[in-house]
């Protein structure tokens, strides 16, 4: 009974509130004029330092940390270094005069002499699919050095090196097997990337050392150094952390931590800005609301007043206006949301041409949308909730003589 | 409905007072004794601003008594103090008591404007959960409504909205019927005919009934008790003082 008055004041909340078309379309109006470009600047907001944050992420160039010059580390430092937690992928590196080798195929005539690098499982450079090299024949190539010699994964290679040993030049040749291609985007040099045995192999030649398992004769090799490694922090915001114990232990490194702090610094300034101009916003939102609201109760005293001359409870009463109120926070949002989808699509087509075709100047995600909703649904319900019982409290005489 | 002792009244006021006060302006209504029983027929007749609605307003239980010694309603049989209800600001109290025993036809209409007339008159019976049946049409044909039944309030003349608004007040079956000068707002003559109408459907149902007016000349014709009351006014013109006795 009490149950089926309350759904009587939702009735008659709808018919009322289709019946005011007008106005209902005029708080509507109010409401998505409002919120809509509040969406699409934090739709910018969003998009713009969020693509700058995924550019970061995806580039795992932006992780890369180069020792500057050459210095002198043994295998155990390197191996305390994998086990960081912020360390994602270290190898160790040999000097860079003894990683290079010269590398031929069948399809191509010229020979190109190509930089060797250290590369293992887990290398951020290579892309998920791509095995990583291992052993003395298996290589990855970099999509430059791919092309010129015009082969892809599965193709073989002859690699071949010259040492200057016992007075005589000596030159060997190593059949080598492409298991994958590393993307431009990732690596533009010509490279070739081998497993670190095999770098230490032709650092071994080189040096006038034997290599047993590829049958190159030489003098025992003593203990090994190596004069660089390659590293990957695990995050982009590892990276200042690491540099900085690098830089205590004495080791110079080379990192993009200046451009990560850069946008970090974007992110923060602008997201300041954006949340000034929300707060602003949403402080006139909600009063522009809530002061249409209350006035769309006063206007509705009469008939609020009638309701409660037929014997409609105060629960019952509020019900009237927290409907309508339901009802234009609903529709004031989904007239905002189109506004948003429009301007962001028109933005997002006319910056298009200076964007990668997965980026957006204009981005929101579903939760930003249910955020706006929640938002506006209790900034409505509040200001309505509140006139509604005002309404209510009064003497019902009081609004009955109106007009 | 289960009527109880035709002798009790069904409302009894002792020392109920109303002041009103605007911009130096003061009003007063004072109710020294005032028993209303069963089936009485009672007209309140006074010139305009004489605080006819003030006291019909108290009746229906919208408007709040400054001060009262007593304020019985008994319709039923427990009798509702009303006084207390009103001091504990039992609001939804009174609105129970409103929509199971009260109708009230307004000076204007006070019809909702987005339902039709059907559904206007079937406002007071829907909220008390009663099924249409054919009560709504045969108001509807007495009041001679019938081809108005779908219309909107904006579409009627403000006789016929008044007709609907007495149709409202009586589709619920209510005990008590007060109307606050139903016909004040159309033509003497159009007046005369739906105060007529109105007073011979109240008499019909054995409603009791409470009619404000300022005409007393076609009242009298129609046999109702009037309501004695006097207004005094202060040297100065500030004060009004109304009492009504019955
Ligand atoms: N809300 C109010 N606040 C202050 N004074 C009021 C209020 N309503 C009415 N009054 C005053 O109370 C007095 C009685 O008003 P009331 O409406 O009861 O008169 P009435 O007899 O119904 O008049 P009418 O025949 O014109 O309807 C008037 O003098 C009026 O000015
Ligand atoms: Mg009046």
Redesign the pocket.
């Known amino acids: 009974m009490i149950f089926g008055r309350w759904r009587q004041a939702l009735t008659l909340a709808t018919r009322d509130y289709f019946h005011e078309w007008q106005i209902s379309v005029c708080f509507v109006l109010a409401l998505a004029a409002v919120l809509g470009p509040m969406m699409v600047l934090f739709g910018l907001k969003f998009g713009i330092v969020g693509s700058m944050i995924d550019e970061l992420r995806q580039d795992p160039a932006k992780r890369e940390i180069r020792p500057v010059g050459s210095g002198h580390y043994d295998r155990a430092w390197i191996e305390t270094l994998a086990r960081r937690r912020d360390v994602a992928f270290v190898v160790p590196r040999v000097r860079a005069i003894a990683a290079t080798m010269d590398v031929g195929s069948n399809h191509a005539g010229r020979i190109l002499q190509l930089e060797v690098i250290p590369s293992a499982n887990g290398d951020p450079l290579l892309p998920a699919g791509t095995p990583p090299p291992s052993g003395m024949r298996q290589v990855v190539l970099s999509a430059s050095a791919a092309r010129k010699l015009q082969v892809s994964a599965g193709d073989g290679l002859d690699g071949s090196l010259e040492r200057r040993y016992l007075g005589r030049r000596e030159r060997v040749h190593l059949p080598l097997t492409v298991v994958g291609v590393v993307p431009a985007r990732y690596f533009s040099r010509d490279a070739l990337f081998a497993s670190v045995q095999l770098t230490e192999a032709l650092e071994d030649f080189r040096d006038g050392h034997q290599v047993p398992a590829l049958g190159w004769r030489g003098s025992r090799a003593g203990q090994r150094h190596y004069t660089g490694f390659r590293l990957y922090a695990r995050s982009i915001y590892d990276v200042a952390g690491l540099e900085a114990a690098f830089e205590k232990s004495g080791v110079k490194v080379h990192t993009q931590a200046a451009d990560i702090e850069l946008v970090r610094r974007m992110d923060r300034t602008l997201s300041a800005i954006y949340w000034a101009i929300a707060l602003i916003g949403l402080t006139g939102f909600s009063l522009s609301l809530g002061a249409s609201l209350w006035a769309n109760v006063d206007r509705k005293r009469r008939e609020l007043a009638v309701l409660r001359l037929v014997g409609f409870r105060t629960g019952e009463i509020v019900w009237f206006p927290l409907a309508q109120s339901v009802y234009t926070a609903v529709l004031g949002w989904a007239l905002a949301v189109v506004i948003y989808r429009a301007a962001a699509w028109g933005i997002n087509l006319m910056l298009a041409p200076q964007l990668d075709a997965a980026q957006q100047v204009c981005r929101l995600l579903p939760f930003h949308y249910g955020v706006a909703l929640a938002l506006t649904l209790t900034a409505s319900v509040t200001a309505a909730l509140l006139a509604g019982l005002r309404a209510a409290r009064v003497e019902p005489s ?1 609004g009955l ?1 109106e007009l | 409905m289960v009527l109880h002792d035709q002798s009790l009244p069904i409302y009894e006021l002792k020392e109920v007072v109303k002041s ?3 911009e130096g ?1 003061g ?1 007063r ?1 004072r109710v020294p004794a005032l028993r209303i029983f069963p089936g009485e027929k009672i007209a309140l007749i ?10 019909l307003d108290m009746l229906a239980f919208v408007l709040q008594p400054t001060s009262c010694d007593t304020f019985r309603f008994q319709v039923e049989k427990r009798p509702q103090d009303i006084a207390k209800a009103w001091k504990r600001h039992r609001l939804n109290r009174l609105a129970d008591l409103r929509r199971r025993h009260l109708g009230y036809v307004m ?1 204007t209409g006070g019809l909702l404007p987005y339902l039709t007339v059907r559904e206007n008159m079937s406002l007071s019976r829907r909220v008390l959960g009663m099924k249409d049946d054919g009560t709504v049409d045969s108001l509807a044909r007495e009041l001679g409504l019938q081809r108005h039944l779908n219309k909107l309030p904006g579409e009627l003349s403000t006789g016929e909205r008044q007709r609907v608004a007495i149709g409202r007040a009586l589709a619920h079956h209510p005990a008590i019927v007060i109307a ?2 139903p016909t ?1 707002s159309v033509d003497p003559f159009a007046a005369e005919k739906i105060m007529s109408l109105f007073m011979e459907m109240v008499e019909a149902r054995n409603i009791t009934v409470i009619v ?1 007016s ?1 005409a007393w000349r076609h009242i009298k014709r129609l046999g109702l008790r009037r309501l004695s009351h006097h207004t005094r006014r202060s040297g100065d013109g500030q004060m ?1 003082e109304t009492v009504v006795n019955g």
Not at chain 2, 46 to 55: R, V
């Open positions: 009081e003589r | 009103r006060e605007a302006y009003f209504l006074g010139e305009s601003g004489c605080g006819k609605s003030t006291l000076q606050d000068e004040a404000a300022h009004a």
